[in-house]
């Protein structure tokens, strides 16, 4: 009996708690303080170099097979290198936006800050050949994340603390 909570599937687990939601409203506030705890914990340095490895391993073999001809037409590298990154990427980005929807901000704008020092880390310190052949693309999707983050921010104490971050960690990458 013991060794099933191990062995039940993550979906059979999310099932049990919502049922014991549902039926007690103090293992309801536990479950949900708990949770809370839990992504409220929000480390901006982890977040940079889980973003800077994700981006660090893309290899540049997989970019030149999945370049050129293909039944489709032609994907230049350019495209693919691009796509690459943006696919590398865009669990992060889910993620700040998550943290959003939920109201969340706080976390959101850390987890942000994170994922925009690993691609600025990934530029300046990465020595990663696929690099090469994804030039200016690691800045484009920076300034959209930044971007999207800030249309979607309302709090003006939160802008000034992530100009305060750029300024520090990713100084080359802002206009004053």
Not at 32 to 45: G, L, P, Q, S
Not at 119 to 144: L, T
Request: with cysteine; charged share 30%; hydrophobic share 40%.
């Amino acid at each position: 009996m013991n060794d099933l909570l191990n062995k039940i599937s993550p979906d059979e687990a999310l099932n049990i708690l919502k049922i014991l939601a549902k039926t007690d409203k103090e293992i309801k506030k536990k479950i949900f303080n708990i949770a809370e705890n839990i992504i409220k914990d929000v480390d901006y340095e982890l977040v940079s170099d889980d973003v800077f490895w994700a981006l660090d391993t893309i290899d540049v073999h997989e970019l030149w097979n999945s370049s050129g001809s293909t039944v489709d037409g032609y994907i230049s590298t350019d495209e693919m290198a691009y796509e690459m990154i943006s696919n590398a990427i865009e669990p992060f980005q889910k993620e700040i936006f998550r943290f959003i929807d939920m109201g969340m901000t706080q976390e959101a704008k850390l987890y942000c800050m994170g994922v925009l020092k690993g691609i600025y880390m990934y530029e300046s310190d990465s020595n990663s050949e696929f690099k090469d052949w994804a030039v200016d693309i690691p800045g484009e999707c920076f300034r959209s994340i930044l971007h999207k983050w800030e249309k979607r921010s309302k709090k003006k104490s939160d802008m000034k603390a992530m100009n305060e971050f750029l300024m520090r960690e990713c100084s080359n990458w802002i206009e004053e």
